[in-house]
């Protein structure tokens, strides 16, 4: 694979809201920290050259945070990507901060809320934030907060009505939230907990569909799980991975000479028009796979055989 294989364009691409338009398959950062995306990278330089290797490879969304680290995801991005390509999106979340023992804890206050603005733009070196999640607990796998989705969503607004933020997301949400947002302003983006063996959400998804709002999966690799034939053992999240759930993604993976983080990818592209896909990892070798799921096409009875897999 040369620098001027330019992979992730070929997933096509996808409107974030009115102003933005970005390449459908992009990059989570969330592994770029420690263990737990918690205290520095444990390949501080390696994972400069990812984020590089990223862009080189055609991604122009970066899905982040400052929760990540914290901080160390938004100082390697600005370490080594500043000043920005100009096509480049780059997404963050609010609404969450790490404890001591890096614990993720709701923070969803106003005052919270403009804090953790202010600091990934300080951190990112931007004036404005492109696009930034709400991140709340509707999904389950974040405890909710003590703070009304309201208040939290009615900060969101004036944030964006400031010119701090410019589109505004949201993530871990219910149906019952999204469209009490909506009611208020325009959402560019969703990132809710989805992948081959988790569609607990696609009640969320097909509400993005119906209203052309992106959908962006977050653990779209199972947390690993989907991934685990080679790399670390993945997160306890989502269903268990059966025998013979493993047989047919394997199967699918076989026959096409792929990995079966390749399979996961392409069918999130294949499910709906509305996905932005965005697998991390902390290899330079599996972003380079995980890319190239880009040209990967399943066939019909590719796709009925995972569509039944959950």
């Known amino acids: 694979m040369t620098l001027s294989d330019r992979l992730a364009p070929e997933a096509g691409r996808l409107r974030l809201g009115d102003e933005l338009s970005v390449n ?5 950062t969330m592994q770029l920290p420690g263990p737990g995306s918690f205290g520095p990278s444990d390949d501080h330089a390696g994972a400069l050259a990812m984020l ?9 969304y970066l899905d982040t945070s400052d929760f990540y680290g914290p901080h160390v995801a938004n100082d390697l991005i600005r370490e080594a990507l500043h000043p920005y390509p100009d096509d ?14 890096g614990d993720f804890v709701p923070a969803g206050a106003p005052d919270q809320l403009r804090r953790q603005v202010q600091e990934n733009l300080r951190r990112l070196g931007r004036d404005r934030l492109e696009l930034v999640y709400l991140r709340v607990g509707g999904d389950g796998l974040l405890r909710p907060g003590d703070v009304r989705f ?3 969503f009615a900060m969101m607004v004036r944030l964006r009505d400031e010119g701090l933020i410019g589109a505004v997301g949201l993530s871990g949400v219910t149906v019952r939230q999204l469209d009490q947002a909506r009611a208020t302003i325009p959402i560019a983006a969703v990132q809710n907990r989805f992948h081959l063996l988790d569609r607990e959400c696609h009640d969320v998804l097909r509400r993005c569909v119906e209203e052309d709002i992106a959908f962006v999966p977050y653990f779209p690799l199972g947390a690993g799980m989907l991934g685990a034939r080679h790399g670390r053992p993945p997160l306890p999240l989502g269903p268990d991975f059966s025998a013979a759930q493993r047989r047919t993604v394997d199967g699918v993976a076989d026959r096409h000479g792929v990995t079966r983080a390749q399979i996961a990818i392409a069918w999130l592209l294949a499910h709906s028009p509305t996905m932005l896909v965005i697998p ?18 399943l066939t019909p009875a590719d796709l009925a055989a995972l569509d039944a897999l959950a």
């Open 24 to 28: 459908r398959l992009g990059f989570g």
């Open 52 to 60: 590089r290797r990223a862009v080189e490879l055609g991604v122009n």
């Open 88 to 101: 480049l999106v780059i997404g963050t979340k609010i609404g969450v901060v790490r404890d001591r023992w």
């Open 150 to 152: 309201s208040e939290s």
């Open 280 to 297: 991390g990892t902390s290899s330079v070798r599996h972003l380079e796979e995980n890319m190239a799921a880009a040209r990967l096409r």
